[in-house]
């Protein structure tokens, strides 16, 4: 996959988004000279810096797509075990300065689009209730991507490019909650735990959630390196969120949140889902990892709304606002997503 970042030392181009090489694959030493010095000034910071400012703040979709492409990459460096003795340029400023300049600029790009300003969140006695209304009435919740179009009118290959997209998130949710657990006080963290669990299959191999979601794809034949090229901005959006929330521990009252509106979401969706597969008589065996989301996460999201929102929301108001933001992210973003799977299914085009 190509990466989108043009890194200058010397004034001469290290790579460029017409070269195929990874950015990632500069050495820690050539990372280590981009850093040196009054590294704010570096060509290859102040190009980065400009592409945040056209892409999140200047609504340029290209610049943006290219950021979130880095991002990602960013995260997999963080997250993928890679070879032994493999050097990686996980740990070092140069990969650190880039993560977080992009996301400053991202976490001010959802704040501008999710709004939260004018809702009124409620006080602890009454936030859990109210959040599981607020999540339960959104646009997002009754979306036409789901209970219109894939149930009823769906095509295969519908279906499949609605698997590639989806990959940008479902791959990944067993390491989003090993990660949200993280210095989590105790009764979240038991509850984050039971979610973990089942996403481990219950300690059944068969069943891991990752592996089952990895066999849904191979039933259509699509590779990782597929799955990972056709990714639209608003799938990497969705994927890259979800990773940022449960890797930032300045983030984890918004990642509680985010993950409150995902599990209570999800069930609805995958019986929609369901009926479409079922539509198009795909084998019902490749469809276990959306069956079983069906069967447990309704009650893991009435789990996650008593033993974590509402214990955390009595800590402050300010956990509750950001617990609000978390669901609101993730409502828009997914909102945003879904109206562009319409505009993208093969058959509508």
């Not at 894939?150 to 609605?162: C, G, Q, V």
């Amino acid at each position: 996959m190509r990466r989108f970042l043009i890194l200058v030392k010397e004034g001469r181009k290290i790579m460029n988004s017409s070269e195929t090489n990874d950015f990632l694959a500069i050495s820690r030493g050539e990372a280590a000279v981009l850093m040196g010095g009054a590294w704010q000034e570096n060509s290859w910071f102040r190009h980065l810096s400009k592409l945040v400012k056209k892409g999140f703040y200047e609504g340029d979709n290209e610049s943006q797509l290219q950021l979130h492409r880095i991002l990602n990459s960013i995260y997999r460096v963080l997250t993928v075990v890679p070879d032994p003795g493999a050097e990686t340029l996980e740990g070092t400023p140069y990969i650190e300065s880039i993560r977080s300049t992009i996301e400053k600029g991202f976490i001010d790009w959802l704040n501008d689009t999710c709004v939260l300003n004018g809702i009124v969140v409620p006080g602890e006695t009454s936030f859990a209730n109210w959040l599981w209304q607020f999540v339960e009435t959104h646009p997002a919740a009754t979306h036409q991507a789901y209970f219109e179009f894939l149930a009823n009118r769906a095509t295969i290959e519908d279906l499949r490019f609605y698997l590639v997209q989806e990959s940008a998130i479902d791959a990944s949710t067993d390491d989003f909650l090993a990660s949200l657990q993280i210095g989590a006080p105790g009764e979240a963290k038991m509850e984050i735990a039971r979610n973990y669990w089942d996403e481990m299959g219950e300690g059944d191999p068969n069943f891991l959630h990752s592996t089952l979601f990895s066999d849904a794809l191979g039933a259509f034949s699509i590779s990782n390196m597929e799955a990972e090229n056709a990714l639209t901005l608003e799938a990497l959006i969705c994927g890259n969120l979800q990773q940022m929330v449960g890797l930032r521990r300045n983030l984890f009252h918004i990642g509680v949140g985010y993950f409150g509106a995902t599990e209570q979401l999800v069930p609805k969706r995958f019986e929609a889902l369901k009926r479409g597969w079922e539509r198009v008589g795909l084998n019902p065996s490749a469809a276990k990892y959306h069956m079983l989301h069906i069967e447990v996460d309704g009650g893991h999201s009435e789990g996650w709304y008593q033993n974590v929102v509402a214990p955390l929301s009595k800590r402050s108001e300010q956990v509750r606002r950001e617990i609000t933001t978390g669901a609101l992210y993730r409502l828009v973003t997914s909102h945003i997503y879904l109206d562009k799977l319409l505009r993208d299914f093969p058959s509508q085009n």
